[in-house]
């Protein structure tokens, strides 16, 4: 239960930004024993690994604060962040011990695919808030939202390795957000209406 808990977070902060949970896994893993990496995947806490996925967060940090210039990083990010996802719930030793069950062991898909569709859930609801946010302040609250973004993947990224019973709570979160962005967006179409009225 714990180890798929661990799994969930941090596909879901690969959601929100593909690099914060891949840095975090590769540093712990190469730094401390907090994670173990199976063999296939040892190569994430590999040096070069680690030094181009700072670069690409680098980048996904700046143009993710810009207007406009953050769709068409979404739109990039929509193959990016899933795959990261589901890397990410297969690559953690929490997640290859989430059970010990000969069908786990048979069906490691199953890890991959979990991973993928948490990903690309939470990136779906990302990319559907941000269109909103942009249109209702004129592209200014861009990048506070997006380094509200950034700060939860990582919130979520060290809550998952370090306290992966909270993630239950995180989850919640994220499909309250879910449900609130819905919302939003139905109210504002039915208002559509009315204004060309």
Same mark, same amino acid.
Request: charged share 15%.
């Given at each position: ?19 914060? /949970? ?10 401390? @024993? ?8 040892? !190569?994430?806490?590999? +040096? ?10 680098? =980048?996904?940090?700046?143009? @993710?604060? =810009? ?10 990010? #929509? !193959?990016? $962040?899933? %795959?990261?996802?589901?890397?990410? !719930?297969?690559?953690? %030793?929490?997640?290859?011990?989430? @059970? ?12 991959? *695919? *979990? +991973?993928?569709?948490? %990903? ?10 941000? /269109?909103?946010?942009? %249109?209702?302040?004129?592209?200014? +609250?861009?990048?506070? =939202? ?5 700060? #939860? ?13 909270? =993630? ?14 819905? $919302?939003? $967006?139905?109210?504002?179409? $039915? ?7």
């Amino acid at each position: 239960m714990l180890a798929a808990l661990t799994g969930l977070g941090l596909s879901a902060a690969a959601g929100l930004n593909a690099y914060i /949970p891949l840095l975090l896994v590769g540093l712990i893993a190469r730094y401390t @024993d907090a994670v173990t990496l199976p063999e296939s995947y040892a !190569f994430l806490q590999s +040096g070069w690994v680690v030094t181009v996925v700072t670069v690409l967060l680098a =980048v996904e940090v700046v143009v @993710d604060k =810009v207007a406009v210039v953050d769709h068409v990083n979404d739109a990039i990010q #929509t !193959f990016v $962040r899933p %795959a990261v996802g589901g890397a990410i !719930f297969a690559a953690t %030793a929490a997640a290859e011990q989430a @059970d010990a069950s000969a069908w786990m062991q048979d069906n490691a898909w199953a890890g991959w *695919l *979990l +991973g993928i569709v948490v %990903a690309g859930v939470v990136h779906g609801l990302k990319t559907t808030a941000r /269109p909103v946010v942009n %249109a209702t302040t004129v592209g200014i +609250g861009t990048p506070v =939202v997006s380094a509200a973004e950034d700060a #939860t993947s990582l919130g979520l990224a060290l809550v998952a390795i370090f306290a992966p019973l909270l =993630v239950i709570v995180a989850l919640a979160l994220v499909i309250w957000a879910a449900i609130a962005v819905y $919302r939003l $967006r139905a109210r504002r179409r $039915r208002a559509r209406p009315r204004r060309l009225a």
